[in-house]
């Protein structure tokens, strides 16, 4: 009965691993990113329809925590040569951590929701973002501020924990200036996105 269960996990495994969507050929741009993967566009669309979030937002974070890696992880940490433990349990697409994450499943009633599903994440963001506009008054167009939220939290930022890391601030331009691009780069693909016989054919 054992042996009987263990070949089915391994089965279960391997077609999740088959069924993650690798990384995107061309990050730097969304309309290369939402042609490569439809069920994304989907996804977001969803997301901003449901929360108010504009999709270049949260998929510029996105970039930015995971490059888009289904199972990404901070690093591990060694003492010598013993790994002892990773800084965080942050994981998946959107980088979540656990405690954060169990409180967009009961504040959702999405319960079934996993950190390396997409479209589960970008929701998941689609939340943080609404959140963070309704208690530190951040609108869901800034991705400077929203970015600053999702990493020092929302008391973090409350009390202006960034202020103290210049190199933060940095990288919050950074994905300030990769949203902006997305959203332009949207501009120009987002029509055919959406008129695609492809489109209509699968996702309406």
Same mark, same amino acid.
């Given at each position: 009965?054992? $042996?009987?269960?263990? *070949? $089915? ?5 391997? !077609? ?12 730097? /741009?969304?309309?290369? *990113? ?7 566009? /989907? ?17 510029? !974070? !996105?970039? +930015? ?18 790994? $002892? ?13 656990? !405690?954060?994450?169990?409180?967009? +499943? ?9 950190? @390396? @599903?997409? #479209? #589960?994440?970008? @929701? ?52 300030? /200036? ?13 029509? /055919? ?12």
């Amino acid at each position: 009965m054992k $042996i009987k269960q263990t *070949i $089915i996990y391994i089965i279960s495994v391997l !077609m999740l691993t088959s069924c993650a969507s690798p990384p995107p050929r061309n990050p730097d /741009n969304l309309c290369d *990113i939402f042609t490569e993967n439809r069920d994304w566009y /989907n996804a977001s669309k969803n997301m901003n329809e449901k929360w108010g979030t504009p999709i270049h937002v949260p998929i510029a !974070m !996105m970039y +930015q925590e995971s490059s888009f890696k289904h199972n990404a992880a901070p690093p591990m940490q060694y003492f010598w040569f013993i790994p $002892i433990g990773r800084a965080s349990d942050a994981y998946g697409y959107a980088q979540a951590k656990k !405690m954060t994450w169990d409180d967009y +499943q009961r504040e959702t009633g999405n319960g079934w929701a996993d950190r @390396d @599903d997409f #479209d #589960d994440a970008i @929701d998941f963001m689609g939340w943080f973002t609404y959140k963070t506009q309704k208690i530190n008054g951040v609108s869901k167009w800034d991705a400077y501020g929203q970015y600053l939220n999702y990493h020092e939290g929302w008391s973090g930022y409350k009390h202006a924990s960034y202020r103290k890391k210049p190199w933060l601030t940095q990288v919050a331009k950074k994905v300030d /200036n990769r949203a902006k691009q997305y959203a332009g780069q949207l501009k120009t693909c987002q029509d /055919n996105l959406d008129s695609s016989w492809l489109w209509r054919l699968f996702f309406t």
